[in-house]
């Protein structure tokens, strides 16, 4: 399994054709307390930047954006009642939906956690 | 993933924010500095719900010292209490010593230009006590300057710092520390020493909870905050948690649930304008307001609940059973103690029964919510025995 990340701070993880999207723990540390996550439906076709879940602190709504195309084929339902998980395990169970992707292609312009770790550091 | 943009953002980006006296010992605690109102200041220390709880169970401190603090000054009560009722429709004239009022600063409509809290301490007669909101201060202290008569003047407190404490354990803080004020009333004020600090309080505050606001000066307030935070029932809170707290007491916030828009009629605030006023008169928009007291008033501020876990936010549309608009949503957010999303804003007044079925249009779909009564979370404001 590869992991990649976004400069929106998106982390996928990358198994055959099949991605886990989240978001990083720098991100949910910015958010501070989550209150309320939106997954997507299974079969929604999903395009590289497009919105795919929302994810809610106290303060502010913030949406999380898919890094590539494709359909989603599972997503995290009990994060809807335990929104709190992604502050938690961000980079584990705070996972939102899988995506099948359709253009793995896109994956190439991605960070690696390196690149990521320098990105934020940048910050 | 968007940034998270603050619901409070700056309006005064243009220039360096301002500091309060307590900067410094926000940073040294790990908070969030945010700029807010022209200052920076915390947001969060340890997270906005482990605050929002610890105020609610024990006793909040919060650095308010951005708060504009102010004092009318002139020969003798009556004297300053008309000069300042030309301004505000609360009843100044029959203020007690040792007294403090929640009032707006009116336009010619109306319409709110700043709420405030007003204070008589016992003692210095012909002295009335101001706090206003820190967006607002400058504009209210030119507002109030240009329309005193020659022998009142305003004197503007840059010197002083504003704390607040707020929670249940909050007047056993103060009495623990030498501070006299547990058989104060709710909106009582008065001088105290804290373990030798000399201060001026209040026992009101902005969370719904018992607790007071402490005017100190500026040279003194680190040394303040040091010793109320050494007591373990005592921690610090951020500007995120007061949002939600006030929000759950529902308490306004200005430029959000009252502006130059709003009346206080229409806002809820009816019971800050006294009798003597309503029958008199006076202060800026009487007419308006006056009017809106004895015919109704087109549109109301309610409570509303939404029925699933999805937060509504400032500016939310509110739309009826049938998907017509019918207001908008002014503040709301997800209530801890509530343990769900909660929100005010404003409807037309045919709708503004609690019970009233509504829809709350957040990313293009109508969320189902209900209209209630406020507060959210019932007030324990502390009422001392006659």
Redesign the interface.
């Known amino acids: 399994m590869t992991k990649y990340y976004t400069e929106?701070?998106?982390w996928i993880a990358v198994a055959g054709n099949i991605a886990t999207l989240g978001?990083t723990d720098y991100?949910q540390a910015?958010?501070?307390?989550v209150?309320?996550v939106?997954v997507p439906v299974i079969g929604r076709k999903v395009k590289k930047g497009e919105e795919t879940a929302?994810?809610?602190?106290?303060?502010?709504?913030?949406?999380?954006?898919s890094p590539v195309t494709g359909t989603v084929v599972e997503a995290n339902g009990p994060l809807?009642d335990n929104p709190i998980t992604v502050n938690e395990d961000p980079e584990g169970a705070g996972w939102f939906c899988r995506i099948e992707m359709s253009d793995p292609a896109e994956l190439e312009v991605l960070m690696d956690e390196a690149a990521y770790k320098t990105f934020v550091e940048g910050l | 993933m968007t940034t998270p943009v603050h619901a409070d953002h700056d309006t005064h980006s243009a220039v360096a924010p301002l500091k309060t006296p307590l900067h410094d010992a926000h940073v040294a605690l790990g908070a969030r500095m945010v700029p807010f109102a022209g200052y920076l200041m915390p947001v969060q220390y340890e997270g906005i719900l482990a605050e929002h709880a610890h105020c609610r169970a024990a006793a909040g401190l919060f650095d308010v010292s951005h708060m504009g603090q102010a004092t009318l000054r002139g020969p003798d009560h009556q004297t300053v209490a008309r000069a300042l009722e030309s301004l505000i429709p609360a009843d100044i004239l029959g203020l007690e010593p040792g007294r403090q009022r929640y009032s707006q600063l009116l336009n010619e409509r109306g319409g709110i230009l700043d709420d405030l809290m007003v204070h008589r301490a016992l003692g210095a007669d012909g002295t009335l006590g101001l706090v206003v909101n820190a967006a607002c201060k400058v504009a209210d202290y030119a507002h109030i300057a240009a329309r005193l008569p020659e022998n009142v003047l305003l004197e503007i407190h840059e010197e002083r710092a504003l704390l607040a404490l707020q929670g249940p354990e909050a007047v056993n803080v103060l009495v623990s520390l030498g501070a006299d004020v547990a058989g104060w009333d709710f909106m009582a004020v008065g001088s105290a020493s804290i373990a030798g600090i000399p201060v001026f309080l209040s026992r009101s505050g902005y969370t719904g909870e018992d607790g007071f606001e402490i005017s100190v000066h500026a040279d003194t307030v680190v040394g303040l905050w040091e010793i109320l935070l050494r007591d373990p029932r005592v921690r610090p809170i951020g500007l995120g948690a007061r949002d939600s707290l006030r929000l759950e007491g529902g308490l306004c916030l200005y430029g959000h649930d009252i502006d130059e828009t709003t009346t206080p009629v229409e806002a809820g605030l009816l019971w800050s304008i006294q009798k003597r006023r309503r029958e008199e008169g006076g202060f800026p928009g009487a007419d308006i307001v006056l009017s809106q007291i004895a015919e109704g008033v087109a549109r109301k501020r309610v409570g509303i609940r939404p029925d699933g876990r999805a937060p509504a936010r400032d500016g939310a549309e509110i739309v009826d059973e049938n998907g017509v608009a019918i207001g908008v949503v002014t503040s709301g957010g997800f209530g801890p103690t509530v343990g769900g999303p909660v929100a005010m804003g404003y409807v037309a007044a045919v709708h503004a029964r609690p019970g009233t079925r509504v829809g709350l249009v957040v990313r293009g779909k109508a969320l189902p919510a209900e209209i209630v009564s406020l507060p959210f979370v019932p007030a324990r404001f502390y009422r001392a025995p006659k």
């Open positions: 929106e701070h998106e978001i991100a910015q958010l501070g307390d209150v309320f939106e929302v994810v809610e602190s106290v303060k502010a709504a913030s949406e999380v954006y809807a």
